[in-house]
């Protein structure tokens, strides 16, 4: 085992979860300059006679709560945020509660219920503050008028099974939801709000992260019925939220917040943390060591066990050759790959990816590959993720487990662990994209 | 469509199949001093009184031997190559012959038997040329004693289907074949043997090549009988291939020539072309036309459609953000994906790995992927491989072809075809691994 080279990924890696720690984020983005609140550059007048409110929604918003409040102080006048369980910290004058995640629930519901009363009242001259991280969409729902939270999870469940795309299921989802698709921004209108968002989707498309209640809506009725038609499962949703779509199709609803609505004069919306920024960070941290980085992709997606693969055709180039950069390198990415589960193990995609790569760099010297799901959760387990080198196989191997077999089962969790190659961090607070960092110390 | 750039990529592409020809990978390596045949720096004395044999098996092994024959001219006394139907080319003192590929036929056995008569009449001051390209494992199918060309079909069939990696189906070939593993070197003793060979997998891997004819043999009976067992198979083999085994495991047939047999002092193996060397003529090919080269792997593999993902990826963040390299970027890589067929379409891997990049990388400008079979050959098409761009996704649909639905019937052939954007070389006379070429112009 290179423990030397482990511990340094491991380092790399807690120096990028660090530079996506929630506060940490805030804290760079946001300042207060006399009766100015600073925003990644931008001004905004804090409220003279108005209020001051702060709302979110998300993994990491008590977080993020929490360091506005630092920096604001006394200048909220209040707030509400809802996390998922075992995400509440304690904070001032916004009021934290917690929600059901990955399922919503009632207590969501409700929730979403009293956001939806505190941003109404807002009026000209009150600033909202907006928290937005993942996890968001799941833990602010608020159905249409005329459906109800089972509607949303039956249609949600069929969307899920049918194949269709994370932009397909949107287009749906922000159809049948109050908040969604600009239209927390509509109900604050004409307040001011400025979003502050933790992004933990590859390449921070605005619209996807919690489904995009700040930001317009690109997709229309006619989209979400031609989704639920391609899947074939127009037929199958509940009666409601056909009818919904339909009273859309005939103009008798409104649409999402379209891109030229003037409601988005009002709206500001900046990204205070992401994938991107843990693999610059990752980066920044790599060259301190002394390693040659390079950053890939922040957009990483696909089959976890076939990016593995991938991550181990570049390992064998770099200990062979030493290319694409000369080692020590290290090779950073960030996304979030698939499992497409097979087997009946236990596992999450960013063990697989290492089991996977693990095969493919068996016996390499200087070589450890390490992938880590940011909020320190991978799959339906306690590890984060792991981290494999060139003894990975044969630790396996040597404790009784067939890696190949614990492969085919989907069941990384035990072979990491018996090598001792599982990454434990519990909860990190954050939630941005998985981080995958490639290390090679010799070669070429 | 980006026409400039993609007429470089298919420049650059055409300098890499340029660079490992078989006629120039000869004349890179071999030529003739005095009395001295020159190997890569390695000196070999032409036979005095003895004989120079030519021999070979293989896709490119005709037009190797027509190359060797224009640098050795009257030298050589006599040879016989096989190669598969369409791959002859005139020849002077070397007989060529066709056979079946990729499935054995009589035509094949019979050059075998005849190949090992040659050789195994060589004497100590004759020199053996061996020519050696990627199809000659199948090429170059003789049966050990007591078995038949269906005996080896039928396991072989087995294997493929068993889910056996492919050092394991080696493991099993090895030693069910006269000339494998070694066999070719062992019947050529005591005269001197030089190997040339045009690498057609990943890595080069000496012993995988055409199933490594003179080159040691790491595994052993029991191996071989391992496999079968490992994936069940052990009861469904013709009985002669496991009374083999079994003779083999008790001591009674010899094994396959292992790495401390003295008879290896009399061989020498030499790799004169590979999807390494058209890795690197493609990036010189790419600098000298401005653009900033990476080689990212040789070793490439994996789920045709995964890497394609990752080949989105790795573009997005290009046009993006400039990463990993500054626009104009190349990045190149080599090696040999997979399609594991769902549906009832026409492609080949190639073509499904551009496919499937081409939906990841729809709409972006200055971008664009090539994915190619050195051979001309990509799957059962007349296409070499494709060539999508930014707008090949609109060209589809504009065709009336849903790329979507394209890839997931493996119908990756039509889809290109109704983009414009097959590559179709026809045979192009060499087989080294597939060459990935992506290019991205403008960005960061």
Chains 1, 2 share one sequence.
Not at 225 to 237: D, F, Q, S, T
Not at 304 to 314: I, M, P
Not at 400 to 423: F, Q, T
């Amino acid at each position: 085992m290179d423990k030397g080279l482990r511990d340094e990924l491991w380092g790399i890696a807690r120096q990028a979860l660090a530079a996506v720690a929630p506060d940490e984020c805030i804290r760079r983005h946001v300042s207060l300059e006399g009766e100015k609140l600073l925003v990644n550059g931008s001004a905004f007048q804090l409220p003279r006679k108005g209020r001051l409110l702060v709302v979110g929604f998300g993994k990491a918003s008590a977080r993020m709560a929490a360091a506005l409040e630092g920096i604001l102080g006394g200048r909220v006048d209040c707030g509400l945020v809802v996390t998922a369980e075992g995400y509440k910290v304690p904070t001032d004058r916004v009021e934290v509660v917690e929600a059901g995640h990955p399922v919503p629930d009632s207590r969501g519901l409700a929730a979403a219920k009293r956001i939806v009363k505190l941003v109404s009242q807002a009026e000209e001259g009150d600033l909202v503050v907006v928290l937005i991280s993942g996890g968001g969409s799941a833990l602010l729902t608020l159905p249409a008028e005329g459906l109800s939270l089972q509607d949303l999870m039956h249609t949600n469940k069929l969307l899920l099974e049918s194949g269709a795309k994370i932009q397909e299921m949107n287009a749906v989802r922000k159809h049948l939801s109050c908040l969604k698709g600009g239209g927390l921004l509509r109900l604050a209108h004409p307040a001011q709000v400025v979003s502050l968002i933790l992004s933990d989707v590859p390449g921070d498309p605005l619209d996807s992260i919690a489904s995009g209640p700040t930001v317009p809506d690109p997709t229309t009725f006619r989209d979400a019925a031609r989704v639920l038609r391609r899947y074939g499962i127009w037929e199958e949703v509940p009666e409601g939220v056909r009818a919904r779509i339909e009273a859309g199709l005939r103009g008798e609803v409104p649409e999402t917040l379209k891109p030229h609505d003037p409601v988005f004069a009002r709206g500001h919306n900046v990204i205070v943390g992401s994938g991107r920024v843990a693999t610059e960070a990752a980066l920044e941290a790599g060259t301190r060591l002394g390693f040659r980085g390079l950053i890939l992709t922040t957009t990483l997606e696909g089959e976890a066990r076939e990016v593995g693969k991938f991550f181990s055709a570049l390992a064998r180039e770099l200990v062979r050759f030493g290319r694409p950069v000369a080692p020590p390198a290290l090779l950073v990415a960030a996304g979030e790959t698939t499992v497409t589960v097979r087997g009946k193990g236990k596992g999450g995609r960013n063990q697989e990816l290492v089991l996977s790569a693990a095969l493919g760099i068996e016996g390499l010297p200087g070589v450890a590959l390490l992938s880590l799901g940011t909020d320190g959760r991978d799959g339906p387990t306690d590890a984060a993720g792991g981290l494999v080198d060139g003894g990975t196989v044969a630790r396996m191997r040597a404790a009784g487990v067939e890696p190949e077999a614990a492969l085919a089962e989907n069941d990384s969790y035990h072979a990491l662990r018996a090598a001792g190659d599982l990454l434990i961090t519990g909860p990190t607070g954050t939630n941005v994209a998985d981080l995958v960092l490639l290390g090679v110390k010799e070669g070429g």
